[in-house]
T-cell receptor, first 114, second 116 residues
Framework: NTKITQSPRYLILGRANKSLECEQH?????MYWYKQSAEKPPELMFL???????RNETVPSRFIPECPDSSKLLLHISAVDPEDSAVYFC??????????????FGEGSKLTVL | AQSVTQPDARVTVSEGASLQLRCKYS??????LFWYVQYPRQGLQLLLK??????VVQGVNGFEAEFSKSNSSFHLRKASVHWSDSAVYFC??????????????FGTGTLLSVKP
């Protein structure tokens, strides 16, 4: 899916700070961050709609999302923990996508914490 | 509480054989139900969805699923699998609506391996 781009695709960190970036070219109002740990299903972290944070799923405070505009989503990570090693997926959709199924995922950013 | 159970962590079938991946859900009403596929190093892609109407829904690449309210199930089927179907399959439902947006709740996934 080249209409949702994530960068970087791979990230190896010690206890540094870093940001993940996502951009969608689908004209969607809602954007999401999901975390997928090894051999686990994706879990919702944050949901934005029209740049407003709608859901924060009890994520550690070292993860700070930012939505500078409706097409871009950032995830700032500080002082990472080994339990943060996972693939972080960005997704986007129209606000009410249930009937159409129009929720699209990016290819993910794989974070490895040393 | 809403939940999705996929009882089979791994399924192996021979190419050309038929396939059924099982999914059971727990929800107080009829949920929106989905099947997603995840190929290695890729994001999730929607295979099919169900909310109402004909309990058998058709999806992409020859997949179909059957909803059963009495069994609280939404099993995925394919008549003849191809090696390229090897992937992880997730069943999911929407567990939150309205002003808080649509939150997907996933099952734990089933890894499908298709033997040549």
């Amino acid at each position: 899916n080249t209409k949702i781009t994530q960068s970087p695709r791979y990230l190896i960190l010690g206890r540094a700070n870093k940001s993940l970036e996502c951009e969608q070219h689908l004209g969607h109002n809602a954007m999401y961050w999901y975390k997928q740990s090894a051999e686990k299903p994706p879990e919702l972290m944050f949901l934005y709609n029209l740049k407003q944070l709608i859901r924060n799923e009890t994520v550690p405070s070292r993860f700070i999302p930012e939505c500078p505009d409706s097409s871009k989503l950032l995830l700032h990570i500080s002082a990472v923990d080994p339990e943060d090693s996972a693939v972080y997926f960005c997704a986007s959709s129209p606000w009410d996508w249930a009937n159409t199924g129009q929720l699209y995922f990016g290819e993910g950013s794989k974070l490895t914490v040393l | 509480a809403q939940s999705v159970t996929q009882p089979d962590a791994r399924v192996t079938v021979s190419e050309g054989a038929s396939l059924q991946l099982r999914c059971k859900y727990s929800y107080s009403a009829t949920p929106y139900l989905f099947w997603y596929v995840q190929y290695p190093r890729q994001g999730l892609q929607l295979l099919l969805k169900y909310y109402s109407g004909d309990p058998v829904v058709q999806g992409v690449n020859g997949f179909e699923a059957e909803f059963s309210k009495s069994n609280s199930s939404f099993h995925l089927r394919k008549a003849s699998v191809h090696w390229s179907d090897s992937a992880v399959y997730f069943c999911a439902l929407i567990g939150g609506y309205g002003g808080s947006g649509n939150k997907l709740i996933f099952g734990t996934g089933t890894l499908l391996s298709v033997k040549p």
